[in-house]
């Protein structure tokens, strides 16, 4: 590990320190690229996917399979990482990544598909934390917060240019080109990362304080992953078999979900907990919206997969503008009316989506809604993080940031979980896809009214 700068000779650490890590960090920019490239450029063709592979019944277990394993990836990214250094877990992860999108593009069956955005999820979640964990076992200290953001920042475009160029690639060829066309491009980075991490330089020591504390954890991550998976599959029909399965999925939740979470998590608590509330209602509800709307256009609407791509790029596009307004121009709004303002307009963009099932509507009144939440997002979420950071304990601002990732993750299954089972009611019930996405759509009003009833509760401390 590069020593910390001698004082007087920054200029020269530095040097040395570029010259030593510059090929780790290009690499390590190279694969969060590839993994944010992968994990959204995949979304507006599974749609396409679904109706192919006769699986639409499904597909919200398929959009769900991505999210539930990325939360036991990182919790077991981070076990293997403190267990025996990041440089396993990431090797494995880049691999995984590379066979996963092969299975996904493959797929002769919508389980098929399950199986691989399950598997992909695994390789996102221990890819992510493995990177930030090996940047903190081997970067001096000084230089890990520039390192870390340069991370994230490599998110940016394939959020912008990753879902319309795979709608492209999908209307003009098959969405399976886009599955194989990233696995070809993950393949060099993934063998490059394997033969870097191989030297002993990138190898930390084992911590065993870090692999006892990490296994509880571990497990209930794992519970909680099967419980969302059970849940998923189980809202996708009404028989008893898939009640026993949504039985089966609730009671691992309630058990095994409230470990991840702060104490009163669910009662909305003052302070951290009902601020890590709402941000899983507000990410749910967006997820959600992000997962029907597409199988809505493509369904319902005929709208080729470019056309999907676009909408995620304009949602894109919002959610940054809209962030960027609540951080310059609204910054003296107290943070708690930021929140009621975002969970206004997304309740503003589901009235949107709900008049867009209408038969008689454009396939743009659906596709906005798309961005319109994406602007409630954008004053939604960066406010609740900042509140979360306000009512942490000092020196606990790291158990207030992941409770609120575990949590989005958690909102985002349960929702999207609530409204599957609504949707294939209607279905069942044989009143329509259109009435369907209409019913689905009307329940995420309900998180919305919740996140404006509880607001006050995340006031900042004066």
């Given at each position: 590990m590069a020593a910390d700068p001698a004082p007087g000779r920054p200029e020269v650490t530095e040097g040395l320190f570029s010259r030593k890590y510059a090929a780790a960090t290009s690499i390590f920019a190279a694969v969060m690229f590839l993994t944010g490239l992968a994990a959204l450029a995949v979304v507006p063709t599974l749609p396409t996917a679904a109706r192919a592979l006769d699986g639409v019944s499904l597909y919200p277990l398929v959009a769900g399979c991505f999210v539930a394993a990325s939360l036991l990836g990182g919790v077991l990214g981070g076990h293997w990482a403190d267990r025996a250094g990041a440089h396993r877990p990431l090797a494995a992860g880049m691999v995984l990544a590379v066979v996963t999108l092969l299975v996904s593009g493959a797929s002769t069956s919508i389980w098929q598909l399950a199986a691989g955005r399950f598997l992909d999820g695994l390789a996102a979640g221990m890819v992510a934390v493995a990177i930030n964990t090996a940047i903190g076992q081997t970067y001096p200290g000084h230089v890990r917060p520039r390192a870390l953001a340069l991370m994230s920042t490599c998110w940016i475009i394939p959020s912008l240019v990753g879902p319309p160029l795979a709608g492209l690639v999908a209307e003009w060829w098959t969405w399976r080109a886009v599955f194989y066309g990233l696995a070809a491009l993950t393949l060099v980075p993934a063998l490059v990362v394997v033969a870097l991490l191989r030297s002993s330089s990138w190898s930390a020591t084992p911590t065993p304080s870090g692999e006892t504390a990490s296994r509880p954890a571990l497990l209930v991550a794992t519970a909680v992953s099967l419980g969302a998976a059970l849940g998923q599959y189980g809202v996708s029909g009404w028989d008893p078999r898939h009640l026993l399965f949504t039985v089966g999925g609730l009671a691992l939740l309630v058990v095994f979900?409230?470990?991840?979470?702060?104490?009163?998590?669910?009662?909305?608590?003052?302070?951290?907990?009902?601020?890590?509330?709402?941000?899983?209602?507000?990410?749910?509800?967006?997820?959600?919206?992000?997962?029907?709307?597409?199988?809505?256009?493509?369904?319902?609407?005929?709208?080729?997969?470019?056309?999907?791509?676009?909408?995620?790029?304009?949602?894109?596009?919002?959610?940054?503008?809209?962030?960027?307004?609540?951080?310059?121009?609204?910054?003296?709004?107290?943070?708690?009316?930021?929140?009621?303002?975002?969970?206004?307009?997304?309740?503003?963009?589901?009235?949107?989506?709900?008049?867009?099932?209408?038969?008689?509507?454009?396939?743009?009144?659906?596709?906005?809604?798309?961005?319109?939440?994406?602007?409630?997002?954008g004053l939604f979420a960066p406010s609740l993080t900042v509140l979360s950071l306000s009512h942490s304990p000092a020196g606990r601002q790291g158990y207030a940031s992941s409770a609120m990732q575990t949590n989005q993750n958690l909102g985002q299954i349960s929702v999207l979980g609530a409204a599957s089972g609504v949707f294939n009611a209607f279905l069942s019930i044989g009143w329509g896809e259109p009435a369907g996405y209409g019913a689905a759509f009307g329940l995420l009003l309900v998180p919305c009214a919740v996140a404006v009833l509880y607001a006050v509760r995340v006031r900042a401390p004066e």
């Amino acid at each position: 590990m590069a020593a910390d700068p001698a004082p007087g000779r920054p200029e020269v650490t530095e040097g040395l320190f570029s010259r030593k890590y510059a090929a780790a960090t290009s690499i390590f920019a190279a694969v969060m690229f590839l993994t944010g490239l992968a994990a959204l450029a995949v979304v507006p063709t599974l749609p396409t996917a679904a109706r192919a592979l006769d699986g639409v019944s499904l597909y919200p277990l398929v959009a769900g399979c991505f999210v539930a394993a990325s939360l036991l990836g990182g919790v077991l990214g981070g076990h293997w990482a403190d267990r025996a250094g990041a440089h396993r877990p990431l090797a494995a992860g880049m691999v995984l990544a590379v066979v996963t999108l092969l299975v996904s593009g493959a797929s002769t069956s919508i389980w098929q598909l399950a199986a691989g955005r399950f598997l992909d999820g695994l390789a996102a979640g221990m890819v992510a934390v493995a990177i930030n964990t090996a940047i903190g076992q081997t970067y001096p200290g000084h230089v890990r917060p520039r390192a870390l953001a340069l991370m994230s920042t490599c998110w940016i475009i394939p959020s912008l240019v990753g879902p319309p160029l795979a709608g492209l690639v999908a209307e003009w060829w098959t969405w399976r080109a886009v599955f194989y066309g990233l696995a070809a491009l993950t393949l060099v980075p993934a063998l490059v990362v394997v033969a870097l991490l191989r030297s002993s330089s990138w190898s930390a020591t084992p911590t065993p304080s870090g692999e006892t504390a990490s296994r509880p954890a571990l497990l209930v991550a794992t519970a909680v992953s099967l419980g969302a998976a059970l849940g998923q599959y189980g809202v996708s029909g009404w028989d008893p078999r898939h009640l026993l399965f949504t039985v089966g999925g609730l009671a691992l939740l309630v058990v095994f979900a409230p470990r991840l979470l702060p104490p009163g998590t669910w009662r909305a608590v003052r302070g951290l907990p009902a601020t890590v509330l709402l941000c899983g209602l507000g990410s749910g509800v967006f997820f959600t919206l992000e997962a029907f709307v597409p199988l809505l256009l493509v369904t319902e609407r005929g709208v080729p997969p470019v056309g999907i791509g676009l909408a995620f790029t304009g949602a894109a596009l919002a959610w940054a503008a809209s962030s960027w307004v609540q951080g310059h121009l609204l910054n003296h709004w107290p943070r708690h009316r930021l929140v009621v303002t975002g969970a206004l307009v997304l309740a503003g963009a589901v009235a949107v989506a709900i008049v867009g099932t209408v038969p008689a509507m454009s396939a743009f009144v659906a596709a906005s809604a798309m961005v319109v939440a994406a602007v409630g997002m954008g004053l939604f979420a960066p406010s609740l993080t900042v509140l979360s950071l306000s009512h942490s304990p000092a020196g606990r601002q790291g158990y207030a940031s992941s409770a609120m990732q575990t949590n989005q993750n958690l909102g985002q299954i349960s929702v999207l979980g609530a409204a599957s089972g609504v949707f294939n009611a209607f279905l069942s019930i044989g009143w329509g896809e259109p009435a369907g996405y209409g019913a689905a759509f009307g329940l995420l009003l309900v998180p919305c009214a919740v996140a404006v009833l509880y607001a006050v509760r995340v006031r900042a401390p004066e």
